[in-house]
């Protein structure tokens, strides 16, 4: 059964740093990675969708890799800002089920 | 892409009734997914819906519950049935188009 965790579950830094956000999975047997952001209440904004035979994608300040051996993704968040803080979650699309998978989610706050 | 729109957005319910939750998309797609949030906590799949068949249920999840129904290709819904404050969460409605998930904004549910 695929499992997908994220780490660290709440991080809190000031603005300006650079910070990484880690997904891992427990079967590699995936056609893509998605990583969503998710503000309070709110649904989700798609970031990045990174497809298996790639190994990052970039959206301005936004970096997401791929390592499918491995079973690990990494969203690099880059000069954060305090409108980046929210619950960052990743999902696998797993090719056995077709479906998606969610992380456990990361909840960042970015501090003035 | 898609587009989905999903309601209510929101409702407060009487425990022991039932609250139907409409997603309709705008364009045709074979599988349709229901998701449940609660508070504080990730994604957590119910159950994959196919046009003319029964939906597939995951683990925890049971029919008599969470019906649903998939009348055509652009349209579903989900009814949460004789409800509880433990049924208290966000309801997402997702597709998959292009091995990329799309998401409605959800409806937040409130059992009291």
């Not at chain 1, 891992?24 to 209440?41: H, K, V």
């Given at each position: ?14 603005e ?64 954060s ?32 | ?10 409702d ?72 509880s ?9 997702s ?18």
């Amino acid at each position: 059964k695929q499992e997908v965790t994220q780490i660290p579950a709440a991080l809190s830094v000031p603005e300006g740093e650079n910070l990484v956000l880690n997904c891992s999975f427990t079967d590699s047997a995936i056609y893509n990675l998605q990583w969503f952001r998710q503000d309070p209440g709110k649904g989700l904004t798609s970031l990045l969708l990174i497809q298996s035979s790639q190994r990052e994608q970039t959206s301005g300040r936004l970096n997401a890799s791929l390592d499918k051996s491995s079973g690990r993704s990494t969203l690099y968040i880059a000069a954060s800002q305090p409108g980046d803080s929210a619950t960052y979650l990743c999902a696998v699309y797993h090719s056995g089920t077709y479906k998606y998978i969610f992380g456990t989610g990361t909840r960042l706050k970015v501090l003035a | 892409s898609a587009v989905i729109s999903q309601k209510p957005s929101r409702d407060i319910c009487q425990r022991g009734t039932s609250l139907t939750i409409q997603c309709q998309v705008d364009s045709q797609v074979t599988m349709m997914f229901w998701y449940r949030q609660q508070p504080g906590q990730s994604l957590t799949l119910i159950a994959t819906a196919n046009q003319g068949s029964e939906a597939t249920y995951e683990s925890g999840f049971v029919i008599d519950k969470f019906p649903i129904s998939r009348p055509n290709l652009t349209f579903s819904t989900l009814t949460v049935s004789n409800m509880s404050p433990e049924d208290s969460s966000i309801y997402l409605c997702s597709v998959i188009k292009d091995f990329e998930a799309f998401f409605g904004q959800g409806t937040r549910l409130t059992v009291v």
